[in-house]
């Protein structure tokens, strides 16, 4: 199956979070993302994408879902 949804989950903390760290840290957001669509987490119709940016202000996670 191709990819249908391109998922980027951006993490924005303190520091630079490496791609485990980052992985775990928003496996929670992962599975919901996945279920919202009625799909499992690790199924080829998503393309996840990760990214981590330090901040100064309040940390938190940006979602962006487009259509592939």
Do not use: C, H
């Not at 929670?28 to 690790?42: H, K, T, V, Y």
Request: charged residues 25%; without cysteine.
């Amino acid at each position: 199956n191709r990819p249908v949804l391109r998922v980027t989950i951006l993490a924005l903390s303190r520091r630079v979070l490496d791609l485990d760290n980052l992985m775990s840290g928003t496996k929670a957001i992962r599975d919901a993302i996945a279920r919202e669509f009625g799909l499992d987490d690790n199924e080829s119709q998503i393309n996840w994408q990760y990214a981590s940016v330090p901040t100064r202000g309040e940390p938190g996670v940006v979602v962006k879902i487009e259509p592939i």
